[in-house]
């Protein structure tokens, strides 16, 4: 059964640091990897989907990378602003390609002004 | 092309009760997805849809929910006696998609259930 984890679980930083979000999944066999946004009482927003055969892909600010051998992606955010304040979820779909996904828990980030 | 749109945004209801929700994907998108998520807590999957059929139900969702998407368009979720235990946000989500594509999902707002 895939289980995807992420570090840390809720994370304070001051307004211009960058930072890095972590995920780690128990099978490798997927075909994607996706890091959603979620602000509070609201439906999740995708930013990034990095396909099985990719190693990162980058969105403005947003980079996100991909180790499928090892489990893992990273999603690094640049120049932190208070509006990058919410919750960053890490899912990974199966090998197959089609979803469902499977979600971790969550990253709830704080950037203090 | 307005989002996903789910109705309603809040629910209360007593123990005991039956609710429905509705959900309407995006117009050209041929798959919907239902998750639950509780608080602190990642979306678990519930079912989903390729136009009209369900193509799977998660072993979470028990035989008080059913859901279905008559015509391939809107898409409704009910629970039956309802239970404490069900409260929830209840989450929908659309893509455009066919096997072993890399689909976005597109997420509503959600329905936030309270079951007293």
């Known amino acids: 059964k895939q289980e995807v984890t992420q570090i840390p679980a809720a994370l304070s930083v001051p307004e211009g640091e960058n930072l890095v979000l972590n995920c780690s999944f128990t099978?490798?066999?997927?075909?994607?990897l996706q890091w959603f946004r979620q602000d509070p009482g609201k439906g999740l927003t995708s930013l990034l989907l990095i396909q099985s055969s990719q190693r990162e892909q980058t969105s403005g600010r947003l980079n996100a990378s991909l180790d499928k051998s090892s489990g893992r992606s990273t999603l690094y955010i640049a120049a932190s602003q208070p509006g990058d304040s919410a919750t960053y979820l890490c899912?990974?779909?199966?090998?197959?390609?089609?979803?469902?996904?499977?979600f971790g828990k969550g990253t709830r980030l704080s950037v203090i002004a | 092309d307005t989002g996903v749109s789910q109705n309603p945004r809040h629910k209360i209801t007593k123990r005991g009760q039956n609710v429905t929700f509705r959900c309407d994907p995006i117009?050209?998108?041929?798959?919907l997805y239902w998750y639950r998520q509780t608080l602190g807590q990642g979306p678990e999957f519930l079912t989903y849809?390729?136009?009209?059929?369900?193509l799977e139900k998660s072993r979470l969702l028990s035989d008080r929910f059913s859901a279905e998407r008559p015509k391939g368009s809107f898409s409704t979720l009910e629970i039956q006696r309802t239970e404490q235990g069900d409260s929830a946000m209840y989450l929908c989500?659309?893509?455009w998609g066919t096997g072993g594509t890399n689909e976005k999902l597109f997420f509503g707002s959600g329905t936030q259930l309270s079951v007293l």
């Open positions: 989500a659309s893509s």
């Open positions: 117009s050209e998108h041929n798959r």
């Open positions: 899912a990974v779909s199966r090998n197959s390609g089609n979803t469902p996904l499977v």
């Open positions: 849809f390729q136009n009209e059929a369900q």
């Open positions: 099978d490798s066999a997927i075909y994607n």
